[in-house]
């Protein structure tokens, strides 16, 4: 098992186009959750899917936008994009019954907005 | 308004030193609590839970709710324990976890 993969390893966009990031979670987990974290700084929650529908939502606004599919994999949606997304954008994957206990991390996509 | 407070950006400890990397928090009521590592080259991962009340690698965490704080501590530094770490929040257990913005701790020879 890879673990949490995440795609592409980076990315460098320009302001205001839009991006989309992939994340396959740990086999048997059904919970995918994305994270922001700037520049020495934690990571920030944007959002979490489980049954293909976000459950819960941090304080991103509406430009970031997600989907999880069937096989439980998911995509981090970013539109009009601006200098201060960029950042290492972080998925984690659980079991929706214990997300916050045992979260496993991916390795990140770094976006890179110009 | 939940937060989590890491004081210290760097920590050098030298080798065998105890270590104790501070965490603060802001939350009215009753947390959950993790610490997470991030060695380098690595990947994000969680270290310890408040809840489970475990020692991993020697590295232990205590609850204190009157100082609203979740230090980490170990007796003894090795040199492997060089790392970021993230104090983080699970404040109303909705799975919104908040981050601290991390502590590199740097043991040195």
């Known amino acids: 098992d890879a673990g949490v993969t995440q795609s592409p390893t980076h990315l460098i966009k320009t302001r205001g186009q839009q991006v989309t990031l992939r994340c396959s979670p740990k086999s048997g987990h059904d919970t995918v959750s994305w994270y922001q974290q700037a520049l020495g700084q934690g990571p920030q929650f944007i959002f979490q899917y489980y049954e293909e529908e976000e459950r819960q939502r941090g304080n991103f606004p509406d430009r970031f936008s997600g989907h999880q599919f069937p096989n439980y994999s998911s995509e981090l949606n970013v539109n009009a994009l601006l200098l201060g997304d960029s950042a290492l954008y972080l998925c984690?994957?659980?079991?929706?019954?214990?997300?916050?206990?045992?979260?496993?991390f991916g390795p990140g996509t770094r976006l890179t907005v110009t | 308004a939940q937060r989590v407070t890491q004081p210290e950006k760097l920590l050098s400890v030298f080798k065998g030193a105890p270590v104790e990397l501070k965490c603060n928090y802001s939350?009215?009521?009753?947390?959950?609590l993790f610490w997470y590592v991030q060695y380098s080259r690595q990947r994000l991962q969680l270290l310890l839970r408040?809840?489970s009340r475990e020692s991993i690698k020697g590295f232990t965490a205590d609850l204190n709710k009157g100082e609203t704080s979740f230090h980490l501590k170990k007796p003894f530094a090795q040199e492997e324990d060089s790392a970021m770490y993230y104090c983080a929040l699970n404040g109303n257990r909705d799975d919104k976890i908040i981050f601290g913005k991390g502590t590199r701790l740097h043991i040195l020879p």
């Open positions: 408040h809840i």
């Open positions: 984690a994957s659980s079991l929706a019954w214990q997300a916050a206990y045992e979260q496993y």
């Open positions: 939350y009215s009521g009753s947390p959950e």
